[in-house]
């Protein structure tokens, strides 16, 4: 899986590529489709499929004060488009310049990459002031020998697939919703960075990893399970908050690994959110912090499925 930025251009042996176009912040199932309809095309016209995602967001480049609210990072989303079957991912760094291109001079910037042919969803649109949509695609693509295709919404429950929904079920404390709608649970991954051992004094250490520009899930205790750099994974039960017990505040993910024993500082984890167990609290004194920890490790290892 190669990653590529318009700076860097398409190698020759990937032009002539088909592309699937959208932000694809989450990569639920309505991407996928999508996705997956481009490697579909690839694997039949005997062409190799490339995934172009915008970053930062528009969103963020528009409105850079919002609160944070990506799904994925770069490094999740290039794992993720290679497990669905793609060549490359395709970075479009969203900056002044590409906010200031409009829709027929970003088609020439395809025709530019060799672009075969173009899959996004019904909603994709594109170029200076969103001023290009899928018909216009369409068009602007059959001058360049680009054959555009849209791929039809796809539903859940009846209800469309979105980056939002998957947003607003994690802010209310049901990864559950987000894992159906993602096809697999919200992870966040991140360095762990080095604490106040707090966790090590009450006889539970954990991996911190700062929130950065992910969406804030529901502030509580989760039973998660956690990758390592070296693919080994791990059951756990951890913290997103902002520790209520001590002072000063801090927002963290703090993740406490199951039958661990280790030095995680400085390594890159992934800690995905399985199950809501309850939210943050402050206790009257640290014993019955601890007796409560008891009780929700207990309880992730029995969401968990684990002796």
């Known amino acids: 899986m190669e990653r590529l930025s318009l700076k860097t251009g398409v ?18 199932l309505g991407h996928q489709a999508v996705v997956g309809r481009a490697v579909a095309r690839g694997h039949h016209e005997r062409r190799p499929v490339i995934v172009g995602t915008f970053f930062p967001h528009p969103v963020r480049f528009f409105k850079p004060d919002l609160p944070p609210f990506r799904l994925t990072s770069l490094d999740q989303r290039e794992r993720l488009f290679a497990h669905a079957g793609a060549d490359a991912m395709l970075v479009f760094d969203f900056d002044a310049d590409l906010a200031a291109t ?24 594109f170029g200076r002031g969103r001023g290009g949509n899928a018909e216009l695609l369409r068009e602007l693509g059959a001058s360049h020998d680009i054959v555009a ?28 919703t987000a894992t159906r709608l993602l096809s697999r649970p919200f992870a966040i991954e991140g360095v762990v960075q080095h604490g106040d051992a707090r966790g ?23 039973a998660v399970r956690v ?25 963290l993910l703090e993740a406490h690994l199951f039958d661990f024993d280790g030095d995680l500082y400085g390594c890159k984890i992934e800690v995905a959110l399985h199950h809501f167990i309850r939210g943050e609290e402050k206790f009257d004194s640290l014993e019955a912090l601890v007796t409560q920890m008891d009780h929700d490790s207990a309880e992730a290892r029995r969401l968990l499925a684990l002796p």
């Open 11 to 28: 190698p020759d042996r990937l032009r002539g590529a088909i592309i699937a176009l959208g932000n694809f912040d989450g990569f639920h």
């Open 149 to 176: 295709e849209t791929v039809p919404a796809v539903t859940l429950e009846n209800e469309l697939i979105s980056s939002s929904r998957i947003r607003e079920a994690l802010k209310a404390g049901d990864p559950g």
């Open 102 to 125: 409009d829709a027929e001079d970003f088609v020439g910037l395809l025709a530019k990459l060799g672009v075969a042919g173009v899959v996004t969803g019904e909603d994709f649109s």
């Open 200 to 222: 090590r004094e009450l006889g539970y250490p954990t991996a911190n990893l700062p929130m950065e520009q992910y969406l804030r899930p529901a502030y509580g205790i989760y």
């Open 227 to 251: 990758w390592l750099d070296d693919e080994h994974q791990y059951a756990g039960v951890a913290n997103l908050g902002t520790r209520p017990m001590f002072d000063p505040p801090q927002e």
